[in-house]
């Protein structure tokens, strides 16, 4: 799984932007999960992390290692997001 080579991915692509402080995105997160062990095979997710440092996102990750198994990945100075008009 090639994270952002999206010329290779050959299915439709579900991001989700989301900060370990943002109560909406962990509101959000029981929904995608759900969504990701439904259409895993037919969706692929990243689950793109928003303006934290690393260490923070693997330590929290790392609590959810258990409930999420889906692709995440680190956007520590919005550079991805902002490509999206996020703040």
Known sequence: YS??????????????????WCEPCNEERDILIELFNEYKDKIDFIYLNCGEEKRVVDEFMN????VITFPYGY???????S???LS
Request: charge should be negative; avoid cysteine.
């Open 3 to 20: 994270f952002f080579n999206i010329e290779e991915m050959d299915k439709p692509l579900l991001i989700s932007f989301w900060a370990t």
């Open 63 to 66: 609590k959810l290692s258990d």
């Open 83 to 85: 490509n999206f008009y």
């Open 75 to 81: 956007d520590e100075y919005n550079l991805i997001s």
